[in-house]
């Protein structure tokens, strides 16, 4: 999954994958995560990074 942040939208879209989706799902694995992650303040912190806050 990707998230973009366009103005005040949050845009959650797919990645622009070539071949199968299914393939592409079942070979991808990634470890878990072992700490809570907090969108809302990673966001923030984008937003602030882009209009210069």
């Known amino acids: ?3 973009e942040i366009r ?3 949050i845009v ?3 990645p622009k994958i070539k071949g199968s989706y299914t393939e592409y ?3 991808t694995h990634a470890p878990k995560l072992k700490k809570v992650v907090n969108l809302k303040e990673i966001m923030d ?3 602030a990074q882009r209009h210069g806050a």
Do not use: D, H
């Open 7 to 9: 103005g005040e939208e």
């Open 12 to 14: 959650i879209s797919k």
């Open 45 to 47: 912190e984008e937003v």
């Open 25 to 27: 799902y079942t070979t």
């Open 1 to 3: 999954m990707i998230l």
